[in-house]
């Protein structure tokens, strides 16, 4: 039986792929949109959850005009992430998984 290894110091934090869910039109878009600006979908997908991410996992949502905005009101925008309860607390396992 092979053992646990120990933790390590110093973990490289190389790129990774793994498959996402979208409907087919998701995909597409996604795929003209890393087109356009000269990439692939792997990296634009990558780069587009990093910022999500790193912006602290915010709730987005469609607004009458038909343009993304962040759910939270202005107030809780500029909030730390550590003030941020739960939903930060998930994130963060997001991120370390």
């Keep these: 039986m092979s053992r646990i290894p120990p933790r390590q110091l110093n973990v490289q934090d190389k790129d990774r792929r793994f498959y996402v869910a979208a409907p087919s ?3 597409l878009k ?4 890393a087109i356009t ?7 634009l997908g990558g780069a587009v959850l990093t ?5 602290g996992c915010p ?4 607004s009458d005009s038909g343009e993304t905005e962040n759910s939270l009101s202005p107030r809780h925008r500029h ?4 003030s941020q309860g739960v939903r930060n607390d998930q994130c963060k396992a997001a991120q370390h998984a």
């Design 79 to 82: 909030r730390s992430p550590a």
């Design 25 to 27: 039109s998701v995909y």
């Design 30 to 33: 996604l795929q003209h949109e």
């Design 37 to 43: 600006r000269g990439t692939d979908l792997w990296t």
């Design 59 to 62: 709730d987005l949502r469609l």
């Design 51 to 55: 910022d999500w991410l790193s912006a």
